[in-house]
């Protein structure tokens, strides 16, 4: 593990050393339950208004449109079931794509065998894009929810989130996006994007696991699926889990609008210098997502005749930690459904596909490194073949 090399950022991210001090100053000293009142209770709270306050300044918006949740799963969740439950009176049809996580897509299938809604899946092209027009003719007048994700966690790809608020403006469908990969690289602001229900979690962005945030538009309602208190403006019943709330708190200040530039630099020189390497070998690899509309943190990369799953682990061997798509269905290795959305299931990049995803602590020399092996594996690979 010592002299491993990480690189699935996009499965989740080490806690930066700023969050851990804040959270270990929290979880020493702060231990009250922010709804009592005295002053055990009071300093919690205290704390927990902080951490809202500055995560909603960063976003833009009020301190009560911020609702402190698990993580992504639970936010997309909440989104998802409690807009469709509050809404169903207005109709029964929701649309989603085929690319996102799947605890959006998972919740999308709930939701149509338990409870009879619609499901619409956008589909994307060869490239991982999903176009506009798709989404307008999908729409219908009895269209309820929206959520498309705003990047995606296997290519990066990035999705047309303010186009598809522009035209939802005045449609009665709540839109929802998943942000959870995009915060750590994009200044997210939820009214410029004209969303009205925006997930985020906190390991993704070098804070810790098990906390997220959903932003709900201020005077907007849905059904919680969580009862007991009346925590998090009645949204979310539950005590808070306050350590990791200021945790993520801490690492959402880390990443400066500055700081996402920088970062969103050196991830595009890391990108070019693993292109350049795998050129310059000769090795067949092509790009599974579009380079002119990804974050470059998220490399998708078909190694041309190279299994992915053997890869996987060669690397692993050798101390390289990369995935094959999402990391979220633990441990299992199935097809990607990113992957078959974009060229059908039965395309040979399903198999010979790796994700690489960088983080702050990389290196050029690490890359160089990972070059290396990949352009071994290839070359010994296709000797075999031949
Ligand atoms: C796009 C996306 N949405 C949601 C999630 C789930 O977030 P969490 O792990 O906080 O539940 C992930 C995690 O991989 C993700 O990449």
Redesign the pocket.
């Known amino acids: 593990m010592k002299d491993a090399i990480y690189f699935d950022h996009?499965?989740?991210t080490p806690v930066s050393p700023l969050v851990i001090q804040t959270m270990t100053e929290v979880l020493t000293q702060d231990f009250g339950n922010p709804s009592s009142i005295h002053q055990f209770g009071r300093k919690t709270y205290k704390l927990l208004t902080e951490a809202r306050n500055a995560i909603a300044k960063n976003l833009l918006v009020k301190d009560s449109e911020i609702i402190f949740t698990?993580?992504?799963?639970?936010?997309?969740n909440a989104a998802i079931i409690g807009t469709a439950f509050k809404k169903q009176i207005d109709g029964k049809h929701l649309i989603t794509t085929a690319i996102?996580?799947p605890?959006?897509l998972q919740t999308m299938k709930y939701l149509k065998e338990q409870f009879g809604f619609e499901v619409t899946y956008l589909p994307v092209d060869e490239k991982g894009n999903l176009a506009v027009e798709m989404f307008k003719q999908a729409l219908r007048e009895d269209t309820i929810l929206v959520s498309v994700?705003a990047?995606?966690?296997e290519t990066g790809n990035l999705l047309p989130i303010q186009e598809i608020g522009e035209i939802l403006r005045n449609h009665q469908a709540i839109f929802h996006t998943?942000a959870?990969?995009a915060m750590g690289l994009q200044q997210v602001d939820p009214k410029d994007l004209g969303v009205d229900l925006l997930?985020a979690?906190?390991?993704?962005l070098n804070g810790p696991?098990?906390?997220?945030f959903l932003y709900k538009r201020a005077n907007l309602s849905f059904t919680p699926f969580l009862h007991g208190g009346e925590q998090e403006g009645r949204f979310r019943a539950g005590t808070e889990n306050l350590a990791s709330i200021v945790g993520f708190k801490k690492a959402i200040e880390i990443l400066s609008q500055n700081e996402r530039k920088q970062r969103f630099k050196k991830y595009q020189t890391l990108q070019d210098l693993l292109f350049r390497r795998l050129d310059e070998a000769k090795v067949r690899y092509y790009l599974n997502g579009d380079l002119n509309n990804k974050l470059p943190n998220i490399l998708n990369l078909h190694l041309e005749k190279v299994a992915s799953n053997l890869t996987l682990m060669k690397l692993d061997l050798k101390g390289f930690a990369i995935s094959i798509g999402?990391?979220?269905t633990a441990g299992n290795i199935s097809d990607s459904h990113v992957l078959a959305a974009m060229y059908g299931k039965d395309h040979p990049a399903l198999k010979q596909s790796i994700r690489i995803s960088f983080g702050e602590g990389n290196t050029k020399e690490q890359v160089e490194k990972l070059a290396n092996e990949l352009i071994a594996l290839s070359q010994k690979t296709n000797k075999e073949k031949k």
Request: hydrophobic letters at 25%; charged letters at 15%; one cysteine or more.
């Open positions: 996009a499965a989740t698990s993580g992504g799963t639970e936010s997309n996102e996580h605890s959006v994700m990047a995606n966690n998943d959870v990969q997930s979690s906190a390991h993704k696991k098990g906390v997220g999402s990391a979220c």
